[in-house]
């Protein structure tokens, strides 16, 4: 009998339970799956439009184990096969045995069946088989399981990013980037990074009083060099939990980038860095779609006008359709309230984008002024006033804090309603 842990690496994924957070990029591999039915050849084509799929090759057929077999007598295998198999599990074993004489050195295979048997599940482990899956599956746990395949165990929990993009350029969007990401770091305490992408004319510098020689730029240009190390030495820091990765804002050269140029950057930020917050400039590139696509969580800043309000639901259309599997896009209105200028009403956005926004922060040029040319934060110039706790309460929103605390604030609740009860 041919063992497959002479063919394929013999580390198992993660197991469902142990991936319910987080889900990893997967790196640039090959996939090709073997489906028997059509319900998971559809859900493993979802999960390659997945964006953390973006960097694979998926290809998906049809024919089960067979398939696979009669595929790759001539044929070098890819990273990753994932075979469908109903039928029974010494039929499975008998198939992948044979499997194994032609699958090449560090090929990855993962299983699908419908026998939730734990005693079959130790024979293909134990036969190098990668992971084992239950079906039906949702494109997320195709998704998981590859990712699962490709992250070390002993990996730091990889940290999250918040991409904010203005839907129209002027909107404050960088304002309210910085303003978050202050509020992440100085109030939830989490170390988090503030990328100023906006290269010829970022205002991430100015805003947090900082002038640093290096940043964002070097390591666009330099992708070779970058990893944590590099990285690390880019950035300034700004408070004991912020650090800066600034943009340059010079006009010495053309910033005429790729569509993958930040991704290097983002990826190392990743693995070190509980919390990234990308200040995403108000162009439409390759780039910049990349970026926001990519990210784990998407704020929109808008002002109530109607050019926003078109602006605004364009991205929430691609935006939701680029990422069928997160979270769906945020949005906060900015500037509400100007002087004799007609607004579109917080209802009628909320009714348009069919979400209500976090927030809608007034217009206060006094406050705001006062706070960008100090080169500080609105929670600096003025730690009590209402549109500071509105910031802390965006951050926890979209970090999850604020659950979190509902949830504690849920359970705690009849308890110290039976402890007043004995105080009376």
């Known amino acids: 009998m041919t063992n497959f842990a002479l063919a394929l690496d013999r580390e ?3 197991t469902p339970s142990a991936a319910e957070g987080h889900v990893a990029p997967v790196p640039r591999v090959t996939i090709q799956a073997f489906c028997e039915l059509p319900e998971l050849a559809q859900a493993v084509q979802s999960a ?5 799929m973006a960097r694979t090759h998926v290809k998906v057929q049809t024919g089960g184990l067979p398939a696979a077999i009669e595929a790759y007598r001539d044929s070098p ?7 469908e198999h109903n039928g029974s599990g010494t039929e499975l074993l008998h198939g992948l045995d044979r499997l194994a004489e032609f699958c090449d050195a560090g090929t990855k295979v993962i299983v699908v069946g419908r026998l939730n048997d734990i005693l079959l599940y130790r024979e293909l482990i134990s036969r190098g088989i990668s992971d084992y899956l239950i079906s039906p599956l949702s494109p997320l746990d195709v998704v998981r399981s590859v990712s699962g395949l490709f992250s070390s165990p002993d990996a730091k929990a990889v940290g999250r990013v918040l991409a904010v993009v203005g839907a129209k350029g002027g909107v404050g969007a960088s304002v309210v980037a910085h303003n978050l990401a202050f509020a992440v770091a100085r109030d939830l305490e989490l170390d988090t990074v503030i990328a100023d992408m906006d290269l010829p004319f970022g205002t991430a510098g100015l805003d947090f009083n ?4 290096q940043g964002i730029a070097d390591a666009v240009f330099s992708p070779e060099r970058v990893d944590h190390a590099y990285i690390d030495r880019l950035l300034s820091k700004c408070t004991d939990h912020l650090s800066l990765l600034a943009a340059p804002a010079t006009l010495d050269r053309e910033y005429d ?3 993958d140029a930040f991704d290097p950057i983002v990826d190392s930020m990743r693995a070190s860095v509980p919390y990234i917050v990308l200040d995403i400039p108000h162009v439409w590139s390759a780039w910049s779609k990349q970026a926001l696509v990519s990210a784990d969580d998407v704020l929109i800043v808008a002002t109530p006008d109607l050019a926003n309000l078109r602006n605004a639901k364009n991205l929430f259309e691609l935006v939701r359709g680029a990422r069928p599997n997160d979270r769906p896009p945020s949005y906060v209105l900015n500037q509400v309230g100007i002087p004799k200028r007609p ?3 917080v209802a009628d956005f909320a009714k348009a984008l069919e979400l209500e926004p976090l927030a809608a922060l007034p217009f206060d040029p006094h406050l705001f002024g006062t706070a960008a040319n100090n080169g500080q934060m609105i929670a600096e110039v003025s730690p009590k006033h209402q549109i500071t706790e ?8 979209i970090t999850g804090r604020a659950d979190v605390k509902k949830q504690k604030r849920d359970l705690l609740s009849p308890l110290l309603a039976k402890l007043r009860g004995g105080f009376r």
Not at 77 to 83: D, Q, R
Not at 210 to 213: E, G, I, R, V
Not at 390 to 397: C, D, M, P, V, Y
């Open 343 to 345: 607004e579109v009403r």
């Open 390 to 397: 509105t910031f802390l309460s965006i951050a926890k929103t």
């Open 12 to 14: 198992p994924a993660a």
């Open 77 to 83: 295998t890819p990273n990753v096969i994932l075979i």
């Open 210 to 213: 900082q002038d640093p020689a």
């Open 48 to 52: 390659s439009s997945d964006r953390r």
């Open 257 to 259: 980038l790729g569509v």
